[in-house]
């Protein structure tokens, strides 16, 4: 392979060295960086969270903090096969893929607790293996990087990128990467853990940016989470939450999963379009041109295959392919075939409740690693069994910082949560919203904006909705305003604030996969790039949806905006 001397610039890079002085949103920006690069280690960080959490639910426990709301409660699950998998924590943002639950809406009162009483004490010493073992990230972190280590170590990785690169109009390859991101929602940590190191090897090589690929694809998969082109898991279980609470002004009224089809559809293509104006008209001028001396100093240099090894790489993919659909028409005989495994047992369901949309994550990884054994034999990087486990042991072992503070992290999510004072904060500015003697349309814009702030605080699509639901589906239904719209609302206030929240069970992920490209990189770097986001798109996405609810436009089939 020859070295490539010099990446060729794009046109955000001349943008960005014709600017001239920094504007005052750059230099505030650039601020932020260097403060948040300045910080301490991220586990000291949540080692002073995990020590704030403890003092301040005393505090609140002494002052006799506390609220009283209705809430929906999970109900009683039926005995059937558990097929849940990925954690189940509240501060985690994606929900549970296995069976919905019943809910039930009842009265009940939030305390604060204490982590300094005798109880709380014990909670603390009991439950540290405990709270490790329950925070799934770790573990779909691993699994996921099984297939995702073997296919990068193998070449397929870099091989996929050339190949969309070559494929794919240079001038969209920003909007596909924030596209795919959104879909990918629907496979829960595959957005994270795949389409982010693709972004950023795909931004190099086209010779711009890499911190702006992992920018886009994180705005991608994570400010517009909750919605989508496909009916998710999350849907289900939104609609189940909503049903039981209708039924405290409107027994008879019923939603389905389809209720926001339209609105969710067109608003992933429209935020799709934002985050890709904010990547290459803000982002990346402020970035500059990326050099590699920037990165660390055991990044092999970039190289340019020779005809020899493009010929390989072609055989490689080829194999690849072969090898993938043998994989995929395994996957399918498990789940097609009547009465297959895959397949919900009790209802013969694929998609929803089934082992299948709870293995997605495992098939995806099977299928990487399917992928990258065929590119390795094909393209004769991978000779033997040995290189294989060796792939995935050096995946691995760039891991043990990152599992190391995913221990600290599981500690503080689960001190939080046990002293509820994220249920008291919820609930708190829920009753001060409620309270407020304004107009429908300007109640349900500060309702959007009340979601984003207890997003901060509270990341998970669940938690929030069945604190939030209980108020709000009542008094938007007296007020004429459909449940549907209010949970169009909900979408539009539930994503934007997911890039910038320290609760983000990834960001420890995305830091180090800048650190790759740009080893001083730090939490402050991936704050001050998605803030942008976070202010653009939840404007921007605000207005869509005053827009949408002036026009009357259905948010999906039979969901008229207003009450009938």
């Known amino acids: 392979m020859s070295t490539v001397a010099d990446t060729p610039q794009s046109p955000a890079d001349e943008e960005g060295k014709g600017a001239g002085k920094p504007g005052g949103t750059q230099r505030f920006l650039d601020a932020i960086e260097r403060l948040g690069n300045k910080v301490p280690h991220p586990a000291l960080i949540f080692l002073g969270l995990i020590v704030a959490v403890i003092v301040l639910s005393h505090v609140l426990y002494l002052t006799g903090a506390s609220v009283t709301a209705d809430v929906a409660e999970p109900g009683s699950v039926p005995a059937v096969p558990d097929y849940e998998g990925g954690t189940s924590l509240p501060g985690y943002p994606h929900p549970p893929t296995g069976a919905v639950p019943d809910y039930e809406i009842e009265r009940e009162t939030i305390t604060a607790n204490s982590l300094l009483t005798a109880d709380g004490i014990r909670f603390i010493f009991t439950t540290a293996v405990q709270n490790f073992n329950d925070f799934g990230v770790v573990a779909v972190i691993l699994v996921a990087m099984i297939g995702v280590g073997v296919a990068e170590e193998a070449g397929l990785i870099a091989a996929l990128i050339r190949k969309m690169v070559k494929v794919a109009p240079r001038g969209a390859i920003t909007f596909i990467i924030v596209l795919l991101g959104g879909i990918s929602s629907v496979a829960s940590d595959?957005?994270?853990?795949?389409?982010?190191?693709?972004?950023?090897?795909?931004?190099?090589s086209l010779g711009r940016h890499p911190l702006a690929g992992i920018a886009a694809a994180y705005a991608g998969v994570s400010a517009a989470f909750f919605v989508n082109v496909l009916i998710t898991p999350a849907d289900g279980i939104i609609?189940?939450?909503?049903?039981?609470t209708i039924g405290l002004v409107a027994p008879n009224v019923e939603l389905n999963v389809t209720h926001n089809?339209?609105?969710?559809?067109?608003?992933?293509l429209f935020c799709a379009v934002v985050m890709t104006w904010v990547t290459e008209r803000l982002l990346e001028p402020r970035l500059g041109r990326w050099n590699r001396a920037e990165g660390p100093d055991d990044v092999p240099p970039e190289t340019v295959p020779t005809d020899d090894e493009m010929a390989l790489e072609s055989r490689g993919l080829r194999m690849s392919l072969i090898w993938t659909l043998v994989a995929v028409a395994v996957v399918a005989l498990l789940t097609a075939l009547p009465n297959a495994p895959l397949r919900n047992p009790e209802t013969g369901e694929v998609f929803g409740s089934s082992?299948?949309?709870s293995s997605l994550l495992f098939i995806i990884s099977m299928l990487f690693l399917a992928a990258g054994l065929g590119y390795g034999r094909g393209a004769k990087t991978l000779t033997g069994s040995t290189n294989v486990i060796n792939a995935i042991v050096k995946t691995f072992n760039?891991?043990?910082?990152?599992?190391?503070?995913?221990?600290?992290?599981?500690?503080?999510?689960?001190?939080?949560?046990?002293?509820?004072?994220?249920?008291?904060?919820?609930?708190?500015l829920a009753d001060v919203l409620e309270s407020a003697n304004i107009g429908a349309l300007a109640l349900l814009v500060g309702f959007i904006l009340l979601v984003a702030v207890i997003d901060l605080i509270m990341p998970g699509v669940i938690p929030k909705w069945a604190i939030l639901a209980p108020i709000f589906i009542p008094l938007f239904y007296r007020l004429g305003i459909a449940p549907q719209t209010v949970i169009a609302a909900y979408r539009v206030g539930d994503g934007p604030m997911n890039v910038i929240t320290p609760l983000m069970v990834y960001l420890?992920?995305?830091?180090?996969?800048?650190?790759?490209?740009q080893k001083k990189a730090g939490l402050g770097t991936v704050v001050s790039m998605m803030i942008p986001y976070t202010a653009i798109v939840l404007v921007t996405w605000i207005l869509f949806f005053v827009a949408w609810y002036l026009v009357g436009i259905p948010w999906g089939p039979s969901a008229p905006v207003h009450l009938n």
């Open 239 to 244: 609609t189940e939450v909503t049903n039981e």
């Open 398 to 428: 760039g891991l043990g910082g990152l599992i190391f503070l995913m221990l600290l992290i599981a500690q503080f999510i689960a001190y939080f949560n046990y002293s509820n004072m994220s249920r008291l904060a919820a609930t708190g």
């Open 261 to 268: 089809f339209f609105f969710s559809t067109a608003s992933l």
């Open 355 to 357: 082992p299948f949309m």
């Open 190 to 204: 595959a957005g994270y853990l795949v389409l982010i190191p693709l972004g950023a090897a795909a931004f190099v």
């Open 508 to 517: 420890p992920f995305i830091v180090l996969v800048c650190q790759r490209y």
